[in-house]
Every structure is written in structure tokens, then in C-alpha cells.
């Protein structure tokens, strides 16, 4: 390699080094979006709520058994009341926390 290519490819290697250090820096928050979506309670599998509603529990993949009632799920806006929950009054998910039926 000759000297007068030299600051050339050392600029382009620091602009590459740059670019891939600022992609890696940038915050990667994966969250809901409401405005797609709602909660819906009691139709969470144990372990795999989105957030939790209940004394006991703080967040994420907290709840303890299927289908508990103080824990929501991120659901599709209007699914909520057509989905299954075995352990709700009316056996669909609810749009607000509940007591689970025995």
C-alpha cells in the first residue's frame, strides 16, 4: 500500500468504526404500543404475562399459574373479551383485573 492512500483509508475505517459504535449504543426498547393493542386479564400462561396488575408481583413473566386474573396480556384491540380464560366470570378475558372463579 503506498502513503498517499493512507489518511483515506484510515478516515473510512474511523467513519466505519463510528457508525457501527453508534447502532450498538442506540437503545433497543421493545415495549407495547397501546394505540395497536389492549390488556387483556386472566388469558396469560404461567409465566408468560406482560405485566402484572396484583399484589405480589412487579412485571413481566411474573405470574404463577395459567390464566391468573391479575395478570394481563398485550392482545390485538377487540380480541380481549373473544379469547378464552377458563378462570374468569364470564370464561373470556376481561379488560380490568379480577378474582378467578374456583
Known amino acids: 500500500m503506498n502513503n498517499k492512500n493512507r489518511p483515506l483509508h484510515t478516515a ?14 442506540a437503545p433497543m426498547v421493545a415495549h407495547a404500543d397501546d394505540s395497536k393493542g389492549e390488556k387483556c ?12 396488575a396484583g399484589a405480589g408481583t412487579t ?17 390485538p384491540a377487540g380480541t380481549c373479551e373473544k379469547t378464552a380464560s377458563p ?6 378475558g376481561q379488560m380490568a383485573a379480577f378474582k378467578e372463579k374456583a
Open 12 to 25: 473510512a475505517l474511523a467513519l466505519a468504526l463510528g457508525s457501527a459504535l453508534s447502532i450498538a449504543a
Open 41 to 52: 386479564f386472566g388469558v396469560s400462561m404461567k409465566g408468560k404475562n406482560d405485566c402484572a
Open 59 to 75: 412485571c413481566a413473566g411474573t405470574s404463577t399459574k395459567d390464566y391468573q386474573g391479575s395478570e394481563w396480556k398485550h392482545v
Open 87 to 92: 378462570t374468569s366470570p364470564t370464561g373470556f
